[in-house]
């Protein structure tokens, strides 16, 4: 029979599903919730030692709805990292461990481009007894100007060197998260990698301008009639969200073997999970999805997750981490796949298909679109 129990890192986790870090972690409170409700793990909102400074907007989200008007499937935030001091969190940490000694509990930290701010906020962290760390080298939105989260992750150099020191002062295991606004994600993962971090996370939110209002003419979400660029996330991102988790997954496969990763971006069921397990995940986070859903969604992503596994036969998600990666090859070489086949074979949906772009016809042109889609 098959189970979702899973060991990465050295972390035993009852389930692959992660709670990313987010308002899904943002306080004591909270991350009960996601324990009780049956969660693999929990990262908890991205801590800093100096907290002051971090002022958070209202309206803060903008929604992006399917044509029906009901069904979100974009989500913006401008949100900034936790505005709650540091010495609170760890007493929040601590506790938690005391209510939840079983439970998986990650802090995520972020902090400016100094050594010994690093080095300070692990050990006060790892202190406290949490069971491992996510670097935020990645969120795309707020506190720019003191060279911290996506400002720090695009610069593969300064997350090697970030990493190596985290990597000196860190007994647990410590996985970087990477920014998709990059053109290879590859290039800072191989950088933490280098530097010792057991595992990559990927990826956190695209930057984006969630829309404008044609009746205000302003953009949206709106304070004061003003906005800025945030990260977009939910199902609408989890295409660019699959492709990057390859690329890591293929960098970790071909120089980084063992290394651990967890996928991260538009999760919302267990079949999603499997796609990103398919493409070498070890684990999966889940953040706007649990803000759509609540903690309890937990529950019908397992039973899907399980349902999967069995309809395959496989008994753990180890089993068919990484199996579709074989499948990824160059344009070229499926020009000679295809070449290399009988016309007997070709099927017939296939035999009408546009052969070459001289037979583009304006009349047919969907009917033609239409023809050449999986």
């Known amino acids: 029979m098959p189970t979702l129990t899973?060991?990465?890192d050295g972390l035993?986790?009852?389930?692959?599903?992660?709670?990313?870090s987010g308002p899904p972690g943002t306080n004591l409170n909270v991350i009960s919730k996601a324990f009780q409700e049956g969660w693999g793990a929990v990262i908890a909102k991205t801590v800093s030692l100096d907290a002051s400074k971090v002022v958070n907007v209202s309206p803060r989200y903008g929604k992006?709805?399917?044509?029906?008007?009901?069904?979100?499937?974009?989500w913006e935030n401008i949100e900034l990292i936790s505005d709650r001091p540091f010495k609170l969190w760890e007493e929040e940490f601590k506790k938690c461990k005391d209510l939840h000694p079983k439970g998986v509990l990650i802090a995520s930290i972020m902090e400016e481009y100094r050594k010994d701010a690093?080095?300070?906020?692990?050990?006060r962290c790892q202190a406290t007894g949490v069971d491992g760390f996510e670097l935020n080298f990645s969120c795309p939105h707020g506190l720019p100007e003191r060279k911290m989260g996506a400002a720090m992750g695009e610069n593969p150099e300064i997350v090697n060197e970030v990493v190596a020191w985290v990597m000196s002062a860190a007994k647990i295991p410590v996985w970087a998260k990477m920014t998709p606004n990059i053109t290879h994600i590859e290039e800072p993962g191989r950088g933490a990698l280098k530097a010792g971090a057991n595992g990559l996370s990927a990826i956190n939110t695209i930057r984006c301008v969630m829309g404008v209002n044609l009746d205000t003419l302003r953009p949206e979400p709106c304070v004061d009639g003003y906005t800025t660029p945030g990260g977009y996330s939910s199902r609408a991102i989890k295409p660019v969200a699959l492709r990057m988790v390859m690329e890591c997954a293929q960098l970790i496969r071909r120089e980084f073997p063992g290394r651990s990763l967890s996928a991260i971006g538009g999760v919302e069921s267990g079949?999603?999970?499997?796609?990103f397990i398919l493409l070498g995940a070890d684990t999966v986070q889940v953040c706007t999805g649990v803000m759509k859903f609540g903690?309890?969604?937990i529950k019908p992503m397992c039973e899907q997750l399980l349902a999967f596994m069995a309809k395959h036969k496989f008994e753990t998600p180890a089993d068919f981490k990484g199996k579709s990666l074989d499948y990824f090859t160059t344009h070229a070489d499926l020009v000679r796949?295809?070449?290399g086949r009988k016309s007997a074979q070709k099927s017939a949906a296939a035999s009408k298909a546009?052969?070459?772009?001289?037979?583009?016809?304006?009349s047919d042109f969907v009917k033609q679109s239409d023809s050449l889609a999986h």
């Not at 690093?118 to 050990?123: A, G, K, L, M, N």
């Not at 079949?271 to 796609?275: G, M, Q, W």
Request: proline content about 4%; overall charge negative.
């Open 295 to 297: 903690y309890e969604h």
């Open 118 to 123: 690093w080095i300070e906020i692990v050990e």
């Open 6 to 8: 899973t060991t990465v």
């Open 354 to 362: 546009v052969r070459s772009d001289a037979e583009w016809s304006g």
């Open 12 to 20: 035993n986790l009852p389930n692959p599903f992660v709670i990313g």
């Open 337 to 339: 796949r295809q070449a």
């Open 271 to 275: 079949n999603d999970a499997a796609e």
């Open 64 to 74: 992006l709805h399917a044509s029906d008007g009901k069904e979100v499937i974009g």
